[in-house]
């Protein structure tokens, strides 16, 4: 059931839940829904110390792909690809996902093996993808310019057709509303400060509106994850970072797909209002600011007019940051840690919005049966101490 007159209700909290997730964005939002949808928990709140989804979710370029190289990422990437091509109608709200296809431009010899090795490994996973020379990349792409004097030339790309982009803030508002409607508290302007851990267990969180006591608790808090877990002593390997994006003035449809260069830095889609959505590579420096340097803004740019000489005249209309959690191997890490009834869900990095669907299915089982999914069971923090690493470096690094 949904409310006529408002998108969800506006609770104070309540003295205790069964489970209380900590951050309001796409990720506790979607593992809210699923605690309930998938497994009838319902006395939940999820706590947000701002306003719901103004973290990365507000701020994202929302590229959806699952043509990740190794067989655990394309797994979940996959899986959560597969959500959101039913998503829309399962929420009940038009998400525009838009599946006009993904390309990533290679643009030296290096690119191109692994470009060709992530196509094949793709496939064998199950996961749509292929090898464009330059010419077809042309084709795909008209305004692409693969001219060979180009200082990085493109000399061919992969393409996985069903990627593509959503409307964030729809995602987010459709997740909120179905989430209360079956009765969880969403809580804004409520920051978790510390917990209450009694005989290597959490009971409680304690926050800026007070104490509450938790069967569970849940962190989906992105790049603020790392500073709240260390208040429950535990260290996560993680590395907040600024990540940019600007928004040109509206223009008339001329880019049709997504495209995206690691090697310049650079990644470009045009929103359904009309908007270029372009981001850059991470600010190399540690940062919770949500602001980063105009330098990084300006190679973003050369890079992009490189690519794209008919965007010459095109203006910036806004640009701004959000912080990401970037873990050693750019996995995610999901699951139990050290503290009974404390889980994780971080380290999505540049590339978390995509994931937002199949990280809150897995996280939500992980949750409700203390017992990792089976696809979050690979990125258990325990793979930093045994060595089993997920390098996702070469499909997520700077790209999402
Ligand atoms: C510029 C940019 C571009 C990106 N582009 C893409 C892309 O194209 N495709 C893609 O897949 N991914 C992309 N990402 C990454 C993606 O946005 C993130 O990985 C993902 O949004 C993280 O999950 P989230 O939505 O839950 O995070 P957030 O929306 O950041 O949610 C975390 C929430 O926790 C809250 N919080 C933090 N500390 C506390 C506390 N102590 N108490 C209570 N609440 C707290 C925060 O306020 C925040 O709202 C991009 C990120 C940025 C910044």
Same mark, same amino acid.
């Given at each position: ?20 997730? @900590? ?51 394309? %797994? ?10 039913? !998503? ?6 038009? #998400? ?12 030296? !010899? ?60 729809? @995602? ?6 179905? %989430? ?24 409680? @969180? ?61 990644? @470009? ?47 910036? #209309? ?83």
């Amino acid at each position: 059931m949904t409310h006529p007159d408002f998108l969800w209700r506006d609770p104070d909290p309540k003295p205790s839940y069964d489970v209380v997730i @900590v951050g309001g964005g796409g990720h506790g939002l979607a593992t809210a829904y699923y605690l309930a949808a998938n497994h009838g928990l319902t006395n939940v709140a999820v706590l947000e110390k701002g306003w719901l989804a103004g973290g990365n979710m507000a701020r994202n370029t929302t590229i959806i792909r699952s043509n990740y190289l190794w067989d655990e990422s394309a %797994a979940i990437y996959e899986h959560s690809l597969k959500l959101w091509e039913g !998503l829309s109608e399962e929420l009940d709200y038009d #998400l525009m996902f838009s599946q006009r296809g993904v390309l990533n431009l290679a643009h030296s !010899l290096g690119d191109v093996r692994e470009g060709r090795r992530r196509v094949n490994a793709n496939r064998l996973n199950g996961v749509d993808a292929e090898w464009l020379d330059a010419d077809e990349v042309r084709k795909f792409c008209p305004i692409v310019n693969v001219s060979s004097s180009a200082r990085h030339p493109v000399l061919g790309a992969t393409l996985q057709r069903r990627g593509g982009i959503a409307k964030h803030d729809h @995602v987010a508002w459709a997740l909120a509303r179905k %989430a209360d409607a079956y009765g969880i508290d969403l809580i804004q302007g409520c920051e978790v400060t510390g917990f209450d851990i009694e005989g290597g267990r959490v009971r409680a @969180v304690r926050t800026s509106r007070g104490r509450i006591a938790a069967g569970k608790v849940a962190l989906a808090s992105a790049g603020h994850t790392s500073v709240l877990a260390e208040r429950a002593g535990i260290p996560l390997p993680l590395q907040s970072h600024p990540l940019q994006a600007l928004v040109s003035e509206l223009l008339e449809p001329v880019l049709d797909c997504v495209v995206m260069s690691n090697a310049v830095h650079v990644y @470009v889609s045009q929103a359904h209002k009309g908007e270029l959505v372009m981001g850059a590579g991470i600010d190399a420096y540690n940062s919770y600011g949500q602001r980063g340097a105009f330098h990084v803004i300006e190679a973003q740019m050369a890079a992009a007019l490189e690519l794209f000489p008919i965007f010459s005249r095109v203006r910036v #209309l806004r640009t701004w940051a959000g912080i990401v959690d970037v873990s050693p191997d750019a996995s995610p890490i999901i699951g139990r840690t050290p503290v009974e009834g404390l889980y994780v869900n971080a380290g999505w990095g540049t590339g978390g919005f995509k994931a937002t669907p199949g990280s809150g299915w897995v996280y939500a089982h992980t949750i409700a049966h203390d017992e990792p999914h089976p696809l979050a069971v690979p990125f258990a923090l325990e793979r930093f101490t045994t060595g089993a690493l997920i390098d996702e470096h070469g499909a997520a690094a700077v790209a999402h």
